[in-house]
């Protein structure tokens, strides 16, 4: 896409903290920009369209679908979600690095359309490190965090589909690494 931007591609099991990790990189580098995804669901009384996702109606994502408006998109928990391409595609001819924090699938799908893209794999010091986090945070039943343990084992076996590693042992130091590779090339 260009010799300039990167595009970094950020995986990892629920609880590893993606989120986190790319907020401190983002203040650590204001340069890099943090593509925002769009859905058909509805947004959650604290949401703001254009900053946490860009809300549309079922059949204008079905539109952008249609007309391969998205790098990639899918179904999650009913409710369609995608990368929109033209955002991620004019800030990288601009020059600037941008950030994608998608799902596996997703991360695989943007790497067959753009070889180029990097993919980065936020993992866990350890499982166990990573089943306290999701407990710790008690937003959710035991139901729930099995379901996302088990989902992160199937996630874990997959670290090796991504081009780098940076373990979230401490977050300022893995957004430093996620920083780093942003601009290395």
């Known amino acids: 896409m260009t010799d300039q931007g990167r595009l970094v591609v950020v995986v990892g099991p629920s609880g590893v903290g993606k989120g986190t990790v790319i907020q401190r990189a983002l203040e650590l580098d204001p340069a890099l920009w943090l593509s ?7 947004p959650r009384p604290d949401e703001v369209n254009g900053v946490d996702y860009h809300f549309v109606s079922r059949s204008a994502f079905v539109d952008m679908v249609n007309a391969d408006e998205f790098l990639e998109w899918a179904t999650y928990a009913g409710n369609p979600y ?34 180029e893209a990097l993919l ?17 945070r008690a937003t959710e039943d035991e139901d729930a965090i099995l379901r996302r343990l088990q989902i992160a084992k199937v996630e874990l076996a997959a670290e090796s589909e991504c081009d780098y590693v940076v373990i979230n042992e401490d977050v300022s130091t893995a957004a430093a690494e996620l920083v780093e590779l942003a601009h290395s090339s």
């Open 82 to 115: 995608g990368t929109p391409r033209q955002a991620v595609e004019d800030r990288l001819h601009a020059g600037q690095s941008v950030i994608l924090e998608i799902d596996l699938a997703g991360a695989r799908h943007v790497k067959a359309a753009l070889p």
């Open 36 to 42: 925002i995804s769009a859905t058909a669901r509805e």
């Open 120 to 136: 980065v794999f936020l993992a866990p010091p350890s499982f166990e490190v990573l089943e306290a986090r999701l407990r710790d």
